[in-house]
C-alpha cells in the first residue's frame, strides 16, 4: 500500500481528495482532506501500486487547475483504506444518519440510520454528493411515496438502502463495478434491508433487470458528468410521466451543460443543492 500526500489549503485539499475519490479512473482506493494545523492542510490519497509523484501532479493540474505536489511513500502491511474511513464521524442529511459501527448508539432515535461500514465502494455519505443526494431523497420523500425507485450507480448502497428505509418498498440497485454490486448487498444486508434491496450488475439502463422493471417514478444517479449526459434520454425512455429523477456527481461547471442535455430530453429543474464546490440536481421528466 502507498500513501501520497500534497500540501494545499483547506479549499484545495477538499476539492482535490473529492475528484479522488469521484473519479475511478484516478486509480485511488482512498481519498481525505485533513486538518494539521489552522492554516495548513493536506490531501491523503492511498493507492495499491505505487504512483509516480509527477504523474498525480499532472492529475491535479488537470483535472482542477492546482498545482500540487504529491509526496509518495510506502506504507506497512494494515489495512489503510479500513483505517482512512473508521474513525469518520457520522453524517446528518435530512433525516438520514449515516454512521459506522462504532458510532451505532448515537443515532438519535427519530433520524433513519445507515450504517455504511469501510470498504472498497464509494459512498459513506461524508463527500458531497452522496449527502446532497440523501438530501433530495429526504425531501421528495416527504411528498411522495415511490413504488419504483432505481439506484443507477449505487456503489455503497447507501442511496438505495435510505431509499428502503423510507419508503419500505422494493428498490432496484445497478452498478458498472461487480465489487461495488457485493458491498451494496452486504450493507443492505447489514441494515435488514435486503428483502426490499436487489443489486444487479449492470452498465447503463439497457440490462435486461433494469429494462424489465420501468417505468421507474424516481432514479437516483450519483456517478460524473460525462456518463450523466451519454444515458439521459436512455434514462428519459425508462421514466414514469412525472418521475423525479436525482442527479449528482457534478461540479458546479458541469451543471448549466448537464441541465440543458437533460431539459433536451424532456425534463424540468426542480431544485439543486450545492455543497463544497458540487451540485445535486432533482428533475422532473415530462412536465
Not at 475528484?19 to 482512498?30: C, K, N, Q, V, W
Not at 420501468?214 to 418521475?243: E, K, Q, S
Amino acid at each position: 500500500m502507498f500513501r501520497a500526500v500534497a500540501y494545499l489549503s483547506e479549499q484545495e485539499a477538499r476539492t482535490l481528495s473529492a475528484i479522488f475519490m469521484e473519479d475511478e479512473t484516478s486509480g485511488a482506493l482512498a481519498s481525505a482532506a485533513l486538518e494539521e494545523s489552522e492554516t495548513r492542510w493536506f490531501c491523503e490519497v492511498l493507492f495499491d501500486a505505487a504512483p509516480e509523484a509527477a504523474t498525480l501532479d499532472a492529475y491535479a493540474h488537470d483535472m482542477t487547475g492546482i498545482e500540487a505536489a504529491f509526496q509518495v511513500s510506502e506504507l506497512p502491511d494494515i489495512d489503510w483504506v479500513a483505517k482512512s474511513l473508521e474513525g469518520l464521524t457520522a453524517v446528518t442529511a435530512g433525516r438520514f444518519v449515516v454512521h459506522g459501527a462504532h458510532e451505532r448508539a448515537s443515532v438519535p432515535a427519530n433520524a433513519v440510520g445507515i450504517e455504511i461500514e469501510a470498504g472498497q465502494a464509494f459512498g459513506t455519505g461524508h463527500h458531497a454528493t452522496t449527502w446532497g443526494c440523501l438530501v433530495a431523497i429526504d425531501r421528495l420523500t416527504r411528498k411522495r411515496a415511490y413504488r419504483h425507485p432505481l439506484d443507477l450507480g449505487c456503489g455503497s448502497g447507501v442511496l438505495a438502502i435510505g431509499l428502503a428505509k423510507v419508503l419500505r418498498g422494493k428498490v432496484l440497485a445497478s452498478d458498472i463495478d461487480p465489487v461495488a454490486v457485493r458491498v451494496a448487498r452486504g450493507n443492505a444486508r447489514l441494515n435488514g434491508a435486503s428483502a426490499f434491496v436487489t443489486t444487479v450488475v449492470a452498465g447503463g439502463m439497457r440490462h435486461r433487470a433494469i429494462a424489465s422493471a420501468t417505468p421507474f417514478d424516481l432514479v437516483v444517479a450519483n456517478i460524473l458528468a460525462r456518463p450523466l449526459r451519454a444515458l439521459a434520454f436512455d434514462i428519459a425512455h425508462a421514466m414514469a410521466p412525472g418521475g423525479d429523477l436525482i442527479l449528482s456527481g457534478l461540479r458546479l461547471a458541469d451543471v448549466r451543460r448537464i441541465h440543458a442535455t437533460y431539459r433536451a430530453a424532456g425534463f424540468s429543474r426542480v431544485a439543486e443543492i450545492q455543497r463544497d464546490g458540487w451540485a445535486t440536481l432533482v428533475l422532473r421528466f415530462g412536465y
